[in-house]
């Protein structure tokens, strides 16, 4: 397997700023695979254990729910609830539906940073300073001090800016957009959270800089970087960074709501300049599963890099999780890994992953439900 693998990512390497004629992603992983004949299905109990989640979701206030596993080739996609409350029609049994995967979105902002680190136009320890000068400058913070590693490792003690002058909803609707340099402007305006490295939180901050250092290394934009580099290889059809201003969902997609003050409000439209590249990311449960498959098996880093993006530190959240660069990881009871991320947007849930025995799974929901067992989802998406 690790021929293939590796001979794919020099593949990539090779065509990085072309897009690649599918045919040609689609022979080599042919020779790498057995055929489609002796590909198992989910197994039924599995899709059963998984519906359960799902209507627990539901009952719980999600106004929407989709579940997309995964396993060894096979990939079926469960549903519950509805598309939008004022149409009111079930959410289709297909993998094409839209939604908002926010936080997500750092798994691939890291794997680009971490493909730099491959080409040797970034070091992991190396001073921020080096690439954006003159930027991190506050009360305590010191470009010098922090590490791109740290960045995306959220050890990077940045501000954290609990509140903001608009939601993404809110300036959706009045057709405020941002650049990251206003973004960083008011956050570093607060004082730094703690000296670099001392702990770990969890921080938008580290990522809205951690694309902003991919765009100064590279010249071209995040967009650009992220299309050439992970949605054409992977043939990631349904998964887009919206641009500035693109408030709206495409079609076909889930519509998001919020509870606010016991109301079901819905907040579908989002200013993607504000979270960026921390989290604007929209995309579907297949592409997901796509996409983690491929980052675990080597095909989006090689494998000297994966093993950084997997080298962390527990959350301090008490449930096993593990936050390494940009991806989250703990062991399942069935003894399998999870490697994933979860997300969360207004309106807007999720969690994606995979392990490197084949299996993926997407859990994505729309409401604001008031259970979200994630250990049971990971059991239910990967164990069964």
């Not at 072309?18 to 080599?28: E, G, N, R, Y």
């Not at 009045?174 to 001392?198: D, H, K, Q, S, V």
């Not at 991919?214 to 992970?230: F, K, P, Q």
């Not at 996409?291 to 959350?315: I, N």
Request: glycine share 12%; aromatic share 6%; hydrophobic share 40%.
């Amino acid at each position: 397997m690790w021929l293939c693998t590796s001979a794919f990512y020099r593949l990539l390497m090779l065509k990085r700023r072309l897009v690649l004629p599918m045919c040609a992603i689609a022979l080599l992983l042919t020779s790498c695979t057995t055929s489609s004949a002796d590909a198992p299905v989910v197994a039924p109990a599995r899709l059963d254990s998984v519906r359960a989640d799902l209507a627990e979701l539901i009952g719980s206030g999600a106004v929407g729910a989709v579940a997309t596993i995964t396993d060894n080739g096979a990939t079926a996609v469960v549903t519950a609830g509805v598309t939008d409350l004022v149409e009111g029609a079930p959410i289709p049994d297909d993998r094409a539906q839209h939604v908002r995967v926010g936080s997500i979105t750092k798994t691939f902002t890291a794997a680009i940073v971490l493909q730099l680190v491959e080409e040797g136009l970034v070091v992991l320890d190396a001073p921020v300073e080096r690439y954006l000068p003159g930027l991190l400058r506050g009360d305590g913070v010191d470009a010098n001090a922090i590490t791109v590693r740290q960045l995306l490792g959220h050890r990077s003690g940045l501000p954290l800016p609990r509140t903001f002058e608009l939601t993404e909803h809110q300036a959706a609707v009045l057709g405020r957009t941002f650049t990251p340099e206003e973004e960083m402007t008011f956050i570093l305006g607060l004082p730094a959270e703690f000296a670099p490295g001392a702990r770990f939180q969890y921080n938008n901050t580290n990522y809205l800089v951690a694309g902003m250092l991919i765009e100064a290394v590279t010249g071209r934009s995040y967009s650009a970087e992220l299309t050439d580099r992970i949605i054409a290889p992977l043939g990631l059809s349904h998964t887009y960074l919206p641009t500035t201003g693109e408030t709206g969902l495409r079609s076909p997609h889930l519509s998001g709501y919020t509870t606010v003050d016991g109301n079901v409000v819905d907040e579908t439209l989002m200013e993607p300049s504000l979270p960026w590249t921390s989290g604007a990311l929209v995309s579907t449960g297949a592409d997901l599963n796509r996409f983690y498959l491929a980052l675990v098996s080597g095909q989006v880093v090689p494998p000297a890099q994966l093993r950084h993006m997997l080298d962390g530190v527990d959350m301090g959240e008490g449930n096993g999780m593990s936050y390494g660069l940009g991806i989250g990881y703990t062991q399942l009871p069935c003894g399998t890994r999870f490697i994933g991320h979860t997300g969360n947007v207004r309106g807007f849930g999720a969690i994606a992953g995979a392990t490197t025995t084949g299996r993926a799974f997407t859990y994505s929901y729309t409401g604001t439900p008031t259970t979200t067992t994630m250990s049971t989802w990971l059991t239910s998406g990967l164990c069964g």
